[in-house]
């Protein structure tokens, strides 16, 4: 048995239509990669870990977050 998490960012999903533009924008500029992610791209990080190419691990929090904890400990 093994067991993983996946630690989304922020990811462009219906909640961000009552979302102002602005607000978007200073969300997709506070990750590394200065956009918001999609759902598939969190949806394969998931598929990966319940995978058998994931064999060896367990215990681990896959971070998918477009580099956004990275350029937050950066400041």
Not at 12 to 30: F, G, Q
Not at 46 to 71: M, N, P, Q, R
């Amino acid at each position: 048995m093994r067991f993983n998490s996946v630690l989304p960012g922020p990811i462009l999903t219906e909640v961000w239509d009552t979302v102002s533009e602005e607000d978007r924008r200073l969300s997709a500029d506070a990750t590394a990669l200065r956009r918001l992610g999609a759902a598939d791209e969190v949806a394969s990080a998931v598929a990966f870990l319940a995978s058998s190419d994931a064999a060896y691990i367990t215990g681990t929090e896959l971070v998918v977050d477009g580099g956004w904890s990275v350029k937050k400990e950066s400041k």
